[in-house]
C-alpha cells in the first residue's frame, strides 16, 4: 500500500506532507503505472480499523464475494484507520476504488475513513482522493521508504477484540466506582442522620425551656448548630409540642409557629399585590404605547379615534 495519498509525499518526522490531489473516477484509473494502480473496493475496504466495532448492516461489494461492514460504529476513533502506517489520512474525503457499480454506471464504489463508509452512491465524475497499492514490491528499491507491507488480513478483528476488552474493562471499572460512590453516599446519609438524632436527643435531654430559648435564637438568626448539625427554629417549636406537649412552653411554641405562618401570609400578600401594581403598570404602558402609534400613523382625527378605541383594554 502507498502510505500517502496521492499528491503528498511521505516525510520521517511530518508524515505524510503536500497538497492532496482530487481526480474524477476516470482520472483516477490512469494512475495505475509500474505495478502501482487504484485498489478494488473490497481490497480497500480492508483498510478499515474501528477502535469500537463494526455495524451489523452490510454492504453487497457486487463481486460475488461476501459481504462486508458497511462502516464503523459512532464511538469508533477517527481516522478508521491505521494512523501509524498511514499518517494524515484524510477525513469526510470519499477514496476512490476501481470498482465500477454494477447496477448503474454513473457511480462508482469509495471509501471514507472518517466512520470507514464504503457505499456506491458516488457519482463518477465527483472529485475524490486516491491511494495506490501493488501486488508484490521488490525488496531494495529506494522507493521502499514510502510505502508499507499489507496489513494482516485479521488486523480488524483484533483491533475490535482489543476495543472490546478495554470497554469491557472500563464498563468494570465505571460499575466499581458507581458503587464506591453510591456506599459512601449511603454511609454520609447514615452518619448524618445518626448525627441529627444525637443532636435532638441531646436537646430534649435538655428540656423545655432551654429548648425553647434554642428556638428563639433559631428564629432571630435563621437556624442554629447543635452538634454540627441545623435546625430551623419551625423544627424546633414542632419538637417542643411534640415531647412536651403538657409544658407552657409548647403553649408557646403554637403561638410562635401561628405567628409565623401569619407572618408568612402578611408577606404572600404584600408580593401579589406588588405583582399586580407592576402587572398594572405594565398593562397601562402597553394602552400608551398603542395610542401614540394610533396619533402617529393615522391621517385623521375619525380613524385615530376608531385605533385609540381598539388599543383599550382591562387593567384591573
Known amino acids: 500500500w502507498q502510505r500517502c495519498s496521492v ?11 503536500g497538497q492532496v490531489t482530487k481526480f474524477t473516477f476516470e482520472q483516477a484509473q490512469q494512475l495505475s503505472k509500474n505495478g502501482w494502480r487504484v485498489p478494488t473496493v473490497r481490497e480497500l475496504q480492508t483498510l478499515r480499523v474501528c477502535s469500537s466495532e463494526f455495524t451489523k448492516e452490510m454492504r453487497d461489494l457486487q463481486d460475488g464475494g461476501e459481504t462486508v461492514p458497511f462502516k464503523c460504529n459512532g464511538n469508533a476513533s477517527q481516522p478508521t484507520i491505521n494512523t501509524a502506517a498511514f499518517p494524515n489520512t484524510l477525513l469526510n474525503r470519499a477514496y476512490w476504488s476501481s470498482s465500477p457499480d454494477v447496477g448503474d454506471s454513473d457511480y462508482a464504489w469509495l471509501v471514507l475513513f472518517d466512520n470507514g463508509y464504503v457505499y456506491d452512491f458516488y457519482l463518477r465524475y465527483y472529485n475524490g482522493y486516491v491511494r495506490l497499492v501493488r501486488t508484490s514490491q521488490s525488496l531494495g528499491d529506494a522507493i521502499a521508504l514510502e510505502f508499507v507491507t499489507p496489513l494482516e488480513k485479521d488486523t480488524v478483528a483484533i483491533a475490535v477484540k482489543k476495543a472490546e476488552e478495554e470497554r469491557r474493562i472500563a464498563q468494570a471499572k465505571a460499575e466499581e466506582e458507581r458503587r464506591i460512590a453510591q456506599a459512601k453516599a449511603e454511609e454520609e446519609r447514615r452518619i448524618a442522620q445518626a448525627a441529627r438524632a ?6 430534649v435531654s435538655e428540656g423545655a425551656a432551654p429548648l425553647y430559648l434554642k ?32 409544658s407552657e412552653y409548647a403553649i408557646k411554641a403554637t403561638d410562635q409557629l401561628n405567628a409565623q405562618q401569619r407572618t408568612e401570609k402578611q408577606a404572600d400578600a404584600v408580593r401579589n399585590a406588588n405583582n399586580a401594581a407592576s402587572s398594572r403598570a405594565a398593562c397601562f404602558s402597553q394602552v400608551r404605547q398603542c395610542e401614540a402609534r394610533c396619533d402617529d400613523i393615522m391621517p385623521n382625527a375619525g380613524t385615530r379615534a376608531l385605533c385609540r378605541r381598539d388599543c383599550q383594554q382591562s387593567c384591573s
Open 198 to 203: 444525637s443532636a435532638i436527643k441531646k436537646m
Open 215 to 246: 428556638a428563639g435564637k433559631a428564629q432571630r438568626n435563621g437556624s442554629i448548630t447543635v452538634n454540627d448539625v441545623d435546625f430551623n427554629a419551625e423544627f424546633l417549636y414542632e419538637l417542643i409540642i411534640d415531647k412536651f406537649p403538657n
Open 7 to 17: 499528491g503528498q509525499t511521505f516525510d520521517k518526522v511530518k508524515g505524510c506532507v
